[in-house]
């Protein structure tokens, strides 16, 4: 049972570009919520699709943007990359609407120059 | 809107003793708690979740944690401390219902000295 993929594993950008993340969710689950966290901190949540729609987001500005597909699988978008956007960006699955038991990816190293 | 503290950003345990991370929530309705364990260069593992049930929440590898709403705490022990628990953990809250997003701390990273 393949658990929460995420790629690539790396990725280096210079700071105007924009950047693609993808997300496959667990085996089963429908719910995929994508969390930035810079060096030190702890994940801040971006924003949850459920059934192909954003459910709920955090406080992130609109050059982040999300897609999720009728596979479940899922992308983070960010346009106009800036020095801060350099961090882990995990992606996390659920089955349905309960975030309570969340399965975390590996996570996107995203570096901006 | 729901946070966490996480009291001690580092903590030093020496193996076999008791570990004790602390975090405190604040919320505005009963809130679900999480506890995670992140490994380096990995993403976060679930080890034990309160959602309302017994306020004593066994987890995974010997972990529990004890919900006390009189002090707005959920700490998270372990009687005996093993070399593999170095890591860092993170107290996470979120609203029950569905579609919450949950708002994590800022982490405590476990040092375990042989």
């Known amino acids: 049972d393949a658990g929460v993929t995420q790629s690539p594993t790396h990725l280096i950008k210079t700071r105007g570009q924009q950047v693609t993340l993808r997300c496959s969710p667990k085996s089963g689950h429908d719910t995929v919520s994508w969390y930035q966290q810079a060096l030190g901190q702890g994940p801040q949540f971006i924003f949850q699709y459920y059934e192909e729609e954003e459910r709920q987001r955090g406080n992130f500005p609109d050059r982040f943007s999300g897609h999720q597909f009728p596979n479940y699988s899922s992308e983070l978008n960010v346009n106009a990359l800036l020095l801060g956007d350099s961090a882990l960006y995990l992606c996390a699955s659920s089955l349905g609407t309960d975030t309570d038991t969340q399965y975390f990816g590996p996570g996107t190293r995203l570096t901006v120059l | ?114």
């Open chain 2, 1 to 114: 809107a729901q946070s966490v503290t996480q009291l001690g950003s580092h903590v030093s345990v020496s193996e076999g003793a008791l570990v004790l991370l602390r975090c405190n929530y604040s919320s505005s309705v009963p809130p679900y708690l999480f506890w995670y364990v992140q490994y380096p260069n990995q993403g976060l593992q679930l080890l034990l979740k309160y959602t309302s049930a017994a306020t004593l929440v066994k987890g995974i590898n010997g972990f529990e944690a004890e919900f006390k709403k009189s002090e707005t705490s959920f700490h998270l022990t372990k009687p005996s401390a093993h070399m593999s628990d170095a890591a860092e953990y993170f107290c996470a809250v979120s609203d029950p219902g569905g579609y919450q997003k949950v708002t994590f701390g800022t982490g405590t990273k476990l040092q375990v000295i042989p």
